[in-house]
């Protein structure tokens, strides 16, 4: 894990982003205190969610919107 300033990242975002695809992961710090992590994206683990309660009861998980009759944006 490596700390770094958002001007460092600004200097090379290129070189910090290789590091990423690497595996190292960045920690960015404004005046000593971290404020994000950036690290590799892991699809098989990533599961995305409703960010709005109101939508989990429509929401199944699945990156799609369905087919077929199930899923008619106009009637």
Same mark, same amino acid.
């Given at each position: 894990?490596?700390?770094v300033t958002i001007e460092e990242i600004q200097r090379d975002p290129l070189e910090y982003?290789?590091?990423?695809?690497?595996?190292?992961?960045?920690? *960015?710090v404004r005046?000593?205190?971290? *404020?994000a992590q950036i690290?590799?994206?892991s699809p098989s683990s990533a599961s995305p969610t409703p960010s709005d309660p109101f939508l989990e009861?429509?929401?199944d998980g699945s990156p799609e919107l369905g087919s077929g009759s199930d899923c008619q944006?106009?009637?």
């Open positions: 894990m490596v700390r982003l290789r590091r990423v695809e690497e595996g190292e992961t960045l920690v *960015i005046s000593q205190e971290a *404020i690290s590799t994206h009861g429509f929401y944006l106009f009637p």
